[in-house]
Nanobody
Framework: QVQLVESVGGFVQPGGSLRLSCAASVSIFSINAMGWYRQAPGKQRVLVAT???????NYADSVKGRFTISRDNAKNTVFLQMNSLQFEDTAVYYC?????????????WGQGTQVTVSS
């Protein structure tokens, strides 16, 4: 099973920036897609952004133009650069890996990291 280790989130003022990282225990070339999800208090976990092995990205409408997902293949790491942060971005952010092994599809999750946007 793929293990994912996320960086520590933090507190940031509205309009500020923060970068999250997620390190995988295996080569990310073996992972179909990696992504970030978030869960705000009392709400369901929702997709933030994903990136495929081929580098194709997908973003939630709420973060388009503000967040950027990228990958460093040599370090087996995926990043989420978050700019122009808003109060509504406060949530626990989870890294996700979507992959196949011997015909079976798996999903691994990181432990979650808290991002708080507050003045």
């Amino acid at each position: 099973q793929v293990q994912l280790v996320e960086s520590v989130g933090g507190f940031v003022q509205p309009g500020g920036s923060l970068r999250l990282s997620c390190a995988a225990s295996v080569s990310i070339f073996s992972i179909n897609a990696m992504g970030w999800y978030r869960q705000a208090p009392g709400k369901q976990r929702v997709l933030v952004a994903t990136i495929t092995t081929g580098g194709v990205t997908n973003y939630a409408d709420s973060v388009k133009g503000r967040f950027t997902i990228s990958r460093d293949n040599a370090k087996n790491t995926v990043f989420l650069q978050m700019n122009s942060l808003q109060f509504e971005d406060t949530a626990v952010y989870y890294c996700n890996a979507d992959y196949w092994r011997t015909g079976v599809r798996y999903a691994s999750w990181g432990q979650g990291t808290q991002v708080t946007v507050s003045s």
